[in-house]
């Protein structure tokens, strides 16, 4: 038995070439991007090429390590210790006439791996329904897409200011059943609460939140739907970005229209704004102060060595915006400060100083934490002389890309960004059992800082105080979410800002080549 196991192993010594060590290498790839997919649906829940494609076309400065890090440990060993542990038992069973043909054929093997991993990417991330939509074209914006500029736009003698906050990944899943969640016990009861004594939009009776559209389920993405009033999708043949480039240059935004009436926008984030084209978003579109992480080293408010997950942690980000606050409100001018957390970013959230570790979960620990410092914040507010002609917003700025979260989770629940409207300018009986998504919080927005909209619509968006019907409510969820996916000429010409007659003389170009 010794000897025919010496000469089995002989022989395939003999047959390992570099065909076949290159066809092994194949194995494990096609085994590593399998995993990378299955990590990246339990860690971001990115599922369409849409998001993907804007990803890599835009700047990812500042993004966490932490994230890099979770890849590798989730999918690096365990495709090795797979590929290795098949290989061990395949080459134990007593087949040495198996075992040389494997080996002779392993590059073959390899090949159809990498075909089979690369279908399976295929099926997991729409590509087929992406090219598709790319053929039908829609004219979705031609037909309801309203001009802002064109908007007669009344606002009260007296200007309210405006605080929003979008809160990373908050979600009404968080809440328990009785009130709208997916929990047993709740983990964020702050926020609960603050939902409950103010204004909610709500796809039901309970607390609530707007549908989820194609092009906005990232924070950029939420960003623009909630002040351009239309999704993000740039499409895979569009200009590469970077921090200087010009970004959705036909919108007309909440901040552009706020700086026309006198008002100073800053916007507050503790990771770098560049990230995401982020910054050019709001440079371009209200002239913005940008304060990130960038200016809080620049300006000493932490040091240079200071960094933990995105930058820095949220408590920081919420005593630098009670600073910042005070500062803009003896201006004399209304105001409008944007806040963004990040503690609370997947795939576990970072635990701050005052997180408390009442759950066995450290992602429900932070976001307990989050709720709290949310809370104080606003009890601060309202101690302030200028609360009485402020309007606070808080949003979730989209679902939890953290799949593994949420498990447990009846099957038909269907989960929504938070939002509170606090301390409106108007009031309303039109904010239970609406379908909306927050593409309708731009006109929202604003008719809750007192100002009259003419139509009551603006980009796509509807004011949902108004009551009239948003656009899924007139044609249903599932129409909206299939025509924003087709082809626009009207929004990649009009709103992202393509030349049209450069993008034409291109082509004649290729076709006289």
Known sequence: IRRKMVVMIERIIQLI???????????????????????????????????????????????DDGIYTD???????????????????????????????????????????????????????QIFGYVFDMLRKTQLYEEHYVDPKGVTLTFPSCKRNIIHIYLESIENAYLTKTSGGGQDVSYMPELDALANQNINFSHHNQIGGSLTLEGTQWTIASMVGQEAGIPLLVPFNSKSYNDKSNFFSGVYTLGEILEQHGYINEIMM??????????????????????????????????????????????KLFEFAKADITKLAKSGKPFNMELVTIDTHTPDGYVCEDCQHKYKSQYANVIACQSKQVNNFINWCKSQPWYENTTIVITGDHNSMSEKFFTNLDHDYVRTPYNCFINSAVTTKFNKNRKFSIIDMYPTILA??????????????????????????????????????????????????????????????????
């Open 17 to 63: 070439t570099f065909k076949e060590v290159i066809g092994s290498l194949m194995i494990f790839i096609a085994v590593l991007i399998v995993a990378s997919i299955i990590w990246g649906n339990r860690t971001f829940s990115v599922k369409t090429l849409n998001q993907m494609i804007f990803h890599l076309k835009v700047p990812m400065d500042g993004t």
């Open 71 to 125: 890849w590798f440990l989730h999918t690096v060993p365990q495709s090795f210790v797979i590929v290795a542990f098949t290989e061990i038992i395949v080459f134990n069973l007593p087949l040495p006439a198996f075992h040389i043909y494997l080996i002779a054929h392993i590059f073959a093997i390899g090949c159809f791996a990498i075909i089979g991993s690369l279908l399976f990417a295929l099926y997991n991330y």
């Open 270 to 315: 503790g990771s770098d704004s560049n990230f995401g084209c982020t910054s050019n978003f709001y440079k371009q579109h209200g002239n913005y102060y940008i304060s990130d992480y960038n200016t809080a080293v620049e300006e000493g408010r932490i040091a240079k060595d200071y960094f933990v997950f995105w930058g820095y942690e949220d408590k």
């Open 448 to 513: 809750a800082m007192g100002v009259k909209i003419d139509g009551n619509k603006l980009g796509l968006g509807v004011n949902l105080f108004s009551g009239e019907k948003t656009l899924i409510e007139q044609y249903g969820y599932r129409k909206i979410n299939q025509e924003v996916k087709k082809k626009s000429r009207y929004y990649r010409h009009k709103l992202i800002g393509d030349d049209i007659k450069e993008c034409e003389q291109k082509e004649l170009s290729k076709r006289s080549d």
